[in-house]
């Protein structure tokens, strides 16, 4: 049931493809020597400075499909039928959504850029492309290529820079136009800019960063050597360019009088692309990403920096809780209003000290069969538990000509995501391992991001913030991985996930299975 307009916030959520935690408001939060150091996100910043910063926030599934599906939703990824995949993946209409909630309880609802994909139909959780407000103009979701190629042809980067964030103000004025008098709005902005692929060096050229500045900044498992600090510093300039669409929004909002009547909720959909045990991993590189709230005038106390433990399945709870709508029974997610609201700093709710994460399919030929790679995880302050439910397969997608010891050329591996492990995206990062996987002092790190994993890793988040030396099976971490499994896979049958609950398991079989043509959904069959 609706409450009464008046007593409804504007919801503007902004999300970025492939953005894990890195924005300048986490260097002082999480401590010095990590990229963070280099970054700057001033508008995710004023955000957090506004609001509330979380610490512990991840996504249900370090993919795009199926942690959007668990987003919209409002469930764990593994209930939300083929959007529990990423390619192949279509949408159940049966299944409640936040946004298509809070339109029939009377908001006007609108989105820029990419909100549900690839999935079939495209965008179906927010409506397809009805609530779209694209327009024609430089694509902000190449913002390094059309940037660079504008500086090419004789624009100044600040010429070049503003054009594209003029477009975006254009493109949130005509949502805001469309505004019935009285109704509150709902907008989604997910620029895609922040996925692979980037213009090479486009950090240094477009934002200033300087890639030897991350020199011993970088999480041990990634090689310390040029061509990965300017890749990194490539990755951190698209999200600086998020940020500052992010900016172009607040402004316009400010300027209309609708800013203190706006929750502002910041995230992305999972870790790190193109680069070892981040997308498509279980690790905090992986699963970890920004969260920031503000919603003014004292809604949600500002200032504050909270530990609890936070799955972005949350948020639907959240916003229709905001709206006025009660959520439906089917939602696994806990409303964050309590947390939000509250003037506490550090553990705010004493039962959010835990999130379990979970992975099935991503790229459909990664490997023979179109076979999934299907793990769990449950995460805590201290540990993190990984249960990788076939291990004879290979995490990253099989290694093709890589396995019997030939190397594809560097610009295959580089842009080809399918030249090998076809669940990494191409990068030069990428590349470059590959390449030089034999030498003593990549070889470890090749295998951490690369190689097969055994059925358990746990890892001791006190001593081991990287991730790195897996403790499973040792004698002094028995009692402790006993108790994790015992906790994660009860839960996973509280919620009745399909991959331990049912006989045979629906995400091995067709069509879940079904290999798609490379990069795109596989198309429905007319009826």
């Known amino acids: 049931m609706a409450a009464e307009k008046s007593d409804r916030p504007n919801i503007l959520f902004a999300f970025a493809d492939d953005w894990g935690r890195y924005a300048s408001a986490y260097a002082e939060v999480l401590g010095e020597g990590t990229p963070n150091d280099l970054i700057k996100t001033p508008n995710i910043d004023r955000v957090a400075r506004e609001g509330v910063l979380f610490k512990n926030a991840h996504v249900t599934a370090p993919s795009c499909t199926p942690c959007r599906s668990s987003l919209l939703s409002g469930q764990y990824f593994f209930r939300t039928g083929r959007g529990a995949i990423l390619q192949g993946a279509e949408w159940d209409s049966a299944i409640p959504t936040y946004p298509l909630l809070l339109k029939d309880a009377g908001y006007h609802i609108g989105k820029l850029y990419k909100v549900w994909s690839p999935g079939t139909p495209a965008d179906a959780p927010y409506g397809g492309q009805e609530h779209g407000f694209e327009m024609k103009g430089p694509n902000f979701n190449s913002f390094s290529q059309t940037a660079s190629g504008m500086v090419a042809q004789g624009k100044t980067v600040e010429e070049a820079k503003t054009a594209l964030l003029d477009k975006v103000g254009t493109e949130f004025d005509a949502f805001l136009e469309a505004q019935p008098d009285g109704k509150p709005f709902c907008f989604w902005f997910g620029p895609t800019n922040v996925h692979r692929k980037w213009t090479q060096g486009s950090g240094k050229a477009l934002w200033g960063l300087e890639p030897d500045e991350l020199k011993g900044k970088l999480p041990g498992f990634l090689p310390d050597v040029p061509i990965v600090r300017e890749d990194f510093a490539d990755y951190l300039g698209e999200a600086m360019a998020f940020d500052a669409g992010l900016g172009v929004l607040l402004d316009r909002l ?94 705010v709710d004493p039962e959010r000290t835990w999130v379990i994460t979970g992975r099935e399919r991503h790229v459909g030929g990664a490997r023979e069969g179109g076979k999934p790679y299907p793990q769990r995880a449950l995460r805590t302050k201290d540990h993190v538990l990984i249960v990788n439910f076939e291990p004879d397969r290979w995490p990253m997608g099989s290694p093709g000509s890589v396995e019997k010891g030939t190397t594809p050329d560097y610009d295959t591996l580089a842009n080809d995501t399918f030249g090998a492990y076809g669940d990494l995206d191409a990068s030069p990062t990428k590349a470059w391992m590959i390449e030089h996987r034999n030498d003593p002092e990549v070889a470890e790190q090749f295998e951490l991001g690369f190689g097969k994993r055994p059925k358990y890793e746990l890892y001791d988040l006190s001593k081991d913030t990287d991730e790195i030396d897996n403790v499973a099976g040792q004698t002094d971490y028995t009692g402790v991985q006993a108790e994790l499994e015992k906790r994660l896979m009860a839960e996973l049958t509280r919620v009745a996930d399909p991959r331990v609950t049912a006989d045979p398991v629906p995400f091995e079989n067709a069509p879940f299975t079904d290999i798609p043509p490379r990069g795109k959904p596989k198309p429905k069959k007319k009826p």
């Open 254 to 347: 400010e300027k209309a009088g609708q800013l203190d009547n706006t929750l502002v909720v910041v995230s992305g959909d999972h870790g790190a692309p193109g680069f070892p045990r981040g997308k498509c991993n279980l690790y905090d590189f992986g699963t970890g990403v920004a969260f920031a709230a503000r919603w003014g005038n004292g809604k949600i106390p500002a200032g504050r920096v909270v530990d609890d433990f936070v799955n972005l399945m949350d948020l639907a709870p959240t916003f229709l809780e905001a709206g006025g709508v009660t959520p439906p029974d089917v939602m696994t997610g806990r409303s964050l209003m309590p947390v939000l609201t509250s003037e506490k700093s550090g553990q």
